[in-house]
């Protein structure tokens, strides 16, 4: 993996993830993928456990946006810096300002670790 081809990725995943499309988030991932919020002590690992996050996620909002992207990138690893907006269910808009660092392995990420401002909106069930 190319630092030019890295970068992309990223965004193929926020699309992913603003789109609520699970499908193309999971082939991006690699099947043991671990998933943190390090900011919030949440560890998942998995395809199943990380798409149960998503669907929370999707079902907890109205919409999710993520914008304003500044990436670094490595051969293995590329950091994400970004604004998201959460719009609820009433209408209302939640902003924070988050950093991603994506590990990659054979073309796919293997750890994605989320540093994420203001409440945790990626959790684990229960």
């Known amino acids: 993996m190319t630092n030019l081809g890295a970068t992309p990725l990223v965004?193929?995943?926020?699309?992913?993830?603003?789109?609520?499309?699970?499908?193309?988030?999971?082939?991006?991932?690699?099947?043991?993928?671990?998933?943190?919020?390090?900011?919030?002590g949440v560890r998942l690992q998995g395809h199943d456990a990380i798409a149960g996050m998503f669907t929370r996620l999707w079902a907890n909002h109205a919409a999710v946006r993520h914008h304003g992207f500044a990436h670094v990138a490595s051969p293995e690893r590329v950091a994400s810096q970004f604004q998201v907006e959460n719009t609820e269910h009433d209408g209302s808009v939640t902003r924070k300002s988050n950093c991603n660092f994506f590990d990659l392995r054979d073309g796919r990420f293997c750890r994605v670790a989320v540093y994420m401002s203001g409440p945790n909106t990626l959790d684990r069930a229960g």
């Open 11 to 40: 965004e193929q995943y926020f699309a992913a993830v603003d789109g609520e499309d699970l499908g193309t988030i999971l082939t991006l991932l690699t099947e043991d993928c671990v998933f943190t919020v390090e900011t919030h």
